[in-house]
């Protein structure tokens, strides 16, 4: 199993404005994942973040708004970028060593929008 | 559309109660079936499933998977209130990974 921190832990910002949440793993992992999990709802996958290339975005999710950066295989960067209250959520980042299978979350960013 | 349906969406029981959560899929190209446990921000690793009629076991969780029936079930036997939480059915595919909308479980002393 990997033990994954992410930073900050919540924030509350304004409208228009970005946020830039991090994502560390403590040990090198081949998967790195960003869902996000609105109030009452389930995950939804993001984006899988791919070490030294561009991130491949799932459906309705485009990088102008979410981009993602991977340098190296313990440590990713999602920005939310432009953000509206519609962004309010819990930004939740994973890794994993085998496809998509077995992931290991982090605690979770809880991001409000005002 | 690839889906994931968690059933019942609510559940509460008593200690030492017996539960059963069910799981539904409809996905193309599958490729495995996964459970999580959520009590507060980050969901926790239960079962890795991909192939039918095995059951994994971890103490007093059993899920098992039916491919033909496209279906999972988590068992939890002799439920504690520590078992208090959403539990997350995700199916994987080669395309992606859907998460179902879980199941809220609540054990009452």
């Known amino acids: 199993s990997a033990v994954i921190s992410q930073k900050p832990s919540r924030d509350i910002c304004q409208r228009g404005t970005s946020l830039t949440i991090q994502c560390q793993v403590d040990?090198?992992?081949?998967?790195m994942f960003w869902y996000r999990q609105q109030p009452g709802q389930s995950l939804t996958l993001i984006a899988t973040?791919?070490?030294?290339?561009?991130?491949?975005?799932e459906s309705g999710f485009v990088i102008d708004k979410f981009p993602i950066s991977r340098p190296n295989l313990t440590f990713s960067t999602l920005t939310v970028s432009n953000m509206s209250p519609e962004d309010s959520s819990i930004y939740l980042c994973?890794?994993?060593?085998?496809?998509?299978?077995?992931?290991?979350f982090g605690p979770g960013t809880r991001l409000t929008v005002t | 559309e690839d889906k994931v349906v968690q059933s019942p969406l609510s559940l509460v029981v008593h200690e030492g109660d017996t539960v059963t959560l069910n799981c539904s899929y409809e996905v193309t190209n599958f490729r495995s079936l996964l459970w999580y446990k959520q009590e507060k921000k980050a969901p926790t690793f239960l079962f890795m499933l991909?192939?039918?009629?095995i059951e994994k076991k971890s103490g007093r969780l059993s899920s098992i998977l039916d491919k033909k029936e496209l279906f999972s079930i988590l068992n939890i036997t002799a439920t504690q209130t520590g078992d208090s939480a959403i539990y997350l059915c995700a199916v994987e595919s080669f395309r992606d990974m859907r998460f179902g909308a879980g199941t809220r479980l609540t054990v009452k002393p």
């Open positions: 991909t192939s039918s009629g």
């Open positions: 973040a791919n070490q030294g290339s561009e991130a491949t975005y």
């Open positions: 040990s090198q992992v081949t998967m």
């Open positions: 994973s890794a994993g060593t085998s496809g998509r299978g077995e992931q290991y």
